[in-house]
């Protein structure tokens, strides 16, 4: 046969077609596997052979965002629909029960997103690419010291570094971005040198980095790699993320005079009732409860996540349609944050809203279940103690608001970072 086919097409052209064939079968074979629609699917399309619908999602990253991508599918069909990103058949969900299958159930029905370029990243040792066991005994050494008593003893240190950095503002023209992002890098810098030191001294201190090395040393302890890898995590998941929020904050204040007005009341009263110099405490900044309802309409509106990758890990029914095990699933947050049958009027910037208690799994601005954000608390204590320095103390004008979002950022920012000019009030 192969003798008879060597005539026929000359002999160096066999080993070429076999060269040929080797490497292309495994790509027909994976396309095929990949485009094996088991029954019971939401509607939707997986787009083109291998690429899916890839192009057109990272298209839409310079215009508006995964949120764009998804709401064209969505109103074609429906809230729950496939799609095929990244090499990877994808399952799209979102309102309340979309939010509860995709996030709640422990790790039983899900697990992390499992894009391997983030994971590189962010690192393979660090939480956010690890699953199961080893993540639950990661995240509780993490959340050891941002939350709770580690986090109510840092008050001082973080409203000493808020004045600090505002100190700098006054009587000047600012990119708020720019200097919230500067103000955590100082801070990194500063980590590093307190890591070396640490190590030199063994003296103990109370924060994550040292509940982490005590970890380390106990039986089931965090390794070097794993503690390195999860402080620079901390330290990107920290960073744009807060300074966006802070930035956009004050970008809907300056829109809503009105907000405003409450908001500074607010600290005036909270100020009027401390000495001159009185540092704040945690009970003080937990009565703030107006500043609490600007934050979360502030997040709410900042889209800083939009969607919340996981993976099935096993086949999972919602609505009538199936799940399959292996397929990714994106929570569509931005469909929920922005319903107008749950919150009225969605792009207005209306902190009342939050008054009385929203249905449940309706607002996740930290996402939720095993993965929620450990840095909630951190971020909500930041935020509040800037605004209290920074609305009572000035008044500010936005030089060009552009209102332009750059959505090719991991975490969406203003396009021109927001340039502000800071008088003393
Ligand atoms: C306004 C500020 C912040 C917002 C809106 C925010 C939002 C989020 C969201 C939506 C997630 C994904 C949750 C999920 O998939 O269910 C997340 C994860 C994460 N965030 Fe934040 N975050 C903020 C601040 C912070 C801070 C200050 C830190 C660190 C100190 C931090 C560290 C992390 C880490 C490490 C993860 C991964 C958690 C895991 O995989 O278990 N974040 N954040």
């Not at 540092?279 to 609490?292: A, C, F, H, Q, R």
């Amino acid at each position: 046969m192969r003798m008879a086919l060597e005539e026929w097409i000359g002999k160096g052209s066999v080993g070429i077609i076999g060269i040929l064939l080797g490497a292309f079968l495994p790509i027909v074979w994976c396309f095929c596997m990949s485009r094996r629609i088991p029954k019971g699917v939401p509607p939707g399309s997986l787009g083109w052979p291998i690429l899916g619908e890839t192009l057109d999602f990272l298209a839409c990253r310079r215009t508006g965002g995964v949120a764009s991508f998804f709401q064209l599918r969505r109103k074609k069909h429906g809230e729950i629909f496939k799609t095929h990103i990244f090499f990877c058949p994808t399952i799209v969900i979102a309102g309340p029960e979309g939010q509860k299958m995709g996030l709640s159930d422990g790790y039983n029905s899900v697990e992390a997103g499992n894009f391997e370029t983030l994971k590189d990243l962010f690192g393979r040792n660090s939480l956010f690419s690890v699953t199961s066991e080893q993540h639950k005994r990661m995240k509780r050494a993490i959340l050891g010291s941002l939350q709770g008593k580690a986090l109510r003893d840092r008050v001082q240190r973080v409203e000493k570094l808020t004045l600090d950095a505002l100190k700098n503002w006054e009587g000047k023209e600012v990119i708020v971005l720019k200097e919230t992002s500067q103000a955590r890098r100082e801070l990194l810098k500063v980590v590093r040198g307190i890591i070396e030191q640490r190590k030199r001294s063994g003296k103990y201190y109370n924060d994550v980095l040292q509940s982490m090395l005590q970890i380390q040393e106990s039986s089931n302890g965090l390794s070097e790699d794993e503690i390195v890898e999860n402080i620079i995590l901390l330290m990107f998941g920290g960073t744009d993320t807060t300074s966006t929020a802070i930035t956009r904050i004050i970008e809907f204040l300056a829109e809503n005079p009105d907000e405003l007005t409450l908001l500074q009341e607010e600290h005036d009263r909270v100020g009027r009732n401390l000495q001159a110099d009185q540092p704040l405490t945690w009970d003080v900044i937990k009565s703030m409860s107006y500043t609490y309802k600007v934050i979360s309409e502030g997040l709410r509106l900042s889209r800083i996540a939009d969607a919340l990758p996981r993976t099935a890990v096993k086949d999972l029914h919602i609505q009538g349609y199936k799940i399959p095990k292996g397929w990714r699933i994106f929570v569509d947050k931005e469909a929920t944050e922005f319903n107008p049958q749950i919150f009225d009027e969605p792009l207005r910037f209306k902190p009342s809203r939050f008054e009385n208690p929203l249905p449940p799994l309706t607002f996740i601005p930290f996402g939720g279940g095993p993965r929620m954000c450990p840095g909630m608390e951190l971020a909500t204590l930041q935020i509040a103690i800037f605004l209290h320095h920074f609305v009572r103390k000035y008044r500010w004008r936005v030089k060009e608001n552009l209102n332009e979002l750059d959505f090719t950022r991991i975490v969406p920012q203003p396009k021109n970072g927001l340039p502000i000019f800071v008088e003393l009030r």
